[in-house]
């Protein structure tokens, strides 16, 4: 019963199909990682689907962005669930892990709210490692 898990699983598959877009239910949390994930530049955008609700949760359709126009390569390489519901993982301002060599980001929750590594080294700030992503 992990959310943030069941959201990395669609889109992993639905890019693994070779799909424009991925439907999942909403949560504030996957909101603000879909908001990250589209200003760091992984996926083209999201957005929020009236027509699939279900009381008072929504539909978020994430679309997808691949490097070439045949699909065969999407920007997305990984995504690594770190903090898990039965396991969190903390980690202080010092020892933020760098993602690939700098070149992925690890999502970090913070006080300031959801940020990148690399805001949270700036802002001097430690907090829940979310995820990787590369």
């Not at 909101?31 to 279900?54: C, F, N, S, T, V």
């Amino acid at each position: 019963m992990d959310p943030v898990a069941d959201l990395f699983s669609a889109i992993k598959n639905a890019i693994r199909r070779r799909m424009d877009y991925v439907d999942v239910p909403s949560s504030k949390l996957k909101e603000a990682i879909l908001e990250l994930l589209k200003k760091e530049g992984y996926i083209k955008d999201w957005e929020r689907i009236e027509e699939g609700k279900r009381g008072t949760q929504y539909t978020l359709r994430v679309h997808l962005k691949y490097s070439d126009p045949k699909k065969e390569r999407s920007v997305i390489s990984e995504l690594k669930r770190v903090s898990k519901p039965g396991r969190r993982i903390y980690v202080p301002k010092h020892r933020i892990p760098y993602v690939e060599r700098g070149l992925g980001i690890a999502i970090v929750s913070t006080d300031a709210g959801l940020i990148t590594d690399h805001e949270a080294r700036k802002l001097g700030k430690g907090g829940e490692l979310i995820a990787y992503v590369w």
